[in-house]
């Protein structure tokens, strides 16, 4: 196979968001490999994210507050405004919760359908909460891929802020199948993933990262820390190798690691992580 011709972007922000480990402060060692310490008070089963009132964020279903949750807090991270930024969400089912009470509603008594419960369950719902929420009038992209949704998901805010220069969020969700969907979705658990990817390096660059498409199929990832074995039944599960390797990085900045993830049966995204 020939030498993939690398593109360069830059991390500026990153987020990771699951009950047992909220938010970056506490994934980052746990995906070192470092024993997570024991929680003093109950875990969380749904973030609260700040950008939505209180009455928002209770009826906003799980995927919708995940997504909105890892999103503010890599832009935050980023130091941009998120008002301006384009963004990339990406979901390999959307909210399995809200689809299975929904077909469960048709089935039984279709007269009882919500309305809201139907804007929920919609791709672009968390892509919509949060151009609400901050007033964003920057291009939103919406995307599903199956199990490789991530990759997917990454390789078009990569293609974005490279081609039209300009930093781009890439926001990565997916929730808990229920009822029957559970019997042929795999999905487990909740967790939530984000990067702001910029152009050019700037004062909060946090990694390197080198893109390229290649054809063919990926070298498997292996994940190492006990923390990403834990959420690998998630659907959003694609996204973990690469967390995995920043959260390295951040322990050892000299570190640089190559990996690959696929893009479907043809073809793969090969990527380079450093300072």
């Known amino acids: 196979m020939s030498?993939?011709?690398?593109?360069?972007?830059?991390?500026?922000?990153?987020?990771?968001?699951?009950?047992?480990?909220?938010g970056w402060a506490a994934a980052a060692p746990a995906l070192q490999g470092m024993p997570t310490?024991?929680?003093?008070?109950?875990?969380?089963?749904?973030?609260?994210?700040?950008?939505?009132?209180?009455?928002?964020?209770r009826r906003a279903p799980d995927g919708v507050l995940v997504a909105l949750e890892v999103a503010a807090a890599a832009v935050a991270m980023a130091g941009r405004d998120a008002a301006s930024l384009p963004s990339v969400f990406t979901s390999a089912h959307g909210d399995l919760a809200v689809v299975d009470a929904l077909c469960?509603?048709?089935?039984?008594?279709?007269?009882?359908?919500?309305?809201?419960?139907?804007?929920h369950s919609v791709h672009n719902a968390a892509s919509g909460y949060w151009a609400m929420a901050t007033g964003c009038h920057a291009p939103s992209s919406a995307v599903a891929g199956f199990d490789t949704s991530f990759a997917l998901g990454l390789l078009e805010a990569a293609t974005q802020a490279?081609?039209?220069?300009?930093?781009?969020?890439?926001?990565?969700?997916d929730t808990d199948a229920r009822g029957a969907l559970a019997s042929v979705t795999r999905s487990r658990g909740l967790l939530g993933v984000a990067l702001v990817l910029a152009p050019e390096r700037s004062a909060a660059t946090r990694a390197v990262l080198d893109w390229a498409v290649?054809?063919?199929s990926a070298l498997s990832s292996t994940l190492q820390s006990p923390a990403a074995q834990a959420l690998a039944g998630n659907a959003m599960a694609d996204a973990l190798p690469l967390f995995e390797a920043l959260?390295?990085?951040?322990?050892?900045?000299?570190?640089?690691?190559?990996?690959q993830l696929p893009l479907g049966p043809k073809g793969l995204l090969h990527l380079r992580t450093m300072r």
């Open 3 to 22: 030498t993939p011709a690398f593109h360069r972007l830059y991390v500026e922000g990153l987020a990771l968001w699951s009950p047992a480990l909220p």
């Open 37 to 57: 310490p024991a929680a003093e008070a109950p875990l969380a089963s749904r973030p609260s994210p700040a950008l939505l009132a209180a009455n928002e964020r």
């Open 104 to 119: 469960s509603t048709l089935a039984n008594d279709p007269a009882l359908l919500s309305p809201t419960r139907f804007h």
């Open 162 to 173: 490279a081609t039209e220069h300009t930093p781009v969020l890439l926001a990565g969700f």
């Open 214 to 216: 290649q054809p063919g």
């Open 247 to 259: 959260a390295r990085l951040e322990a050892q900045p000299g570190a640089r690691e190559e990996l």
